[in-house]
C-alpha cells in the first residue's frame, strides 16, 4: 500500500483514520481541505487546487483525504 484515498461524510472519523495510516505507514498525508483552503476562509482558485493535486497524485506515496 502506498497510494491511500480516503472519502466519507462530514465526521465520519476520516481524519483520525488517515493520521492512523499515515503514522502505521509512514506515508505522507496530505489534507485536501487545507490545500483547498490554506487559511480557513479562502479557497484558492480551482485551477491552482488542481494543479497542486495532481502534484501531490504524481508522487510514489500518499495519503489524501
Known sequence: MQKVAVFGNAGG???TLSKRLS???GLPLYVLDK???PE???EIAQED????HQQILAT???IDY
Open 13 to 15: 472519523g476520516k481524519s
Open 23 to 25: 503514522e502505521i505507514a
Open 35 to 37: 490545500i483547498k483552503n
Open 40 to 42: 480557513g476562509d479562502t
Open 49 to 52: 487546487f488542481k494543479c497542486a
Open 60 to 62: 510514489d506515496r500518499w
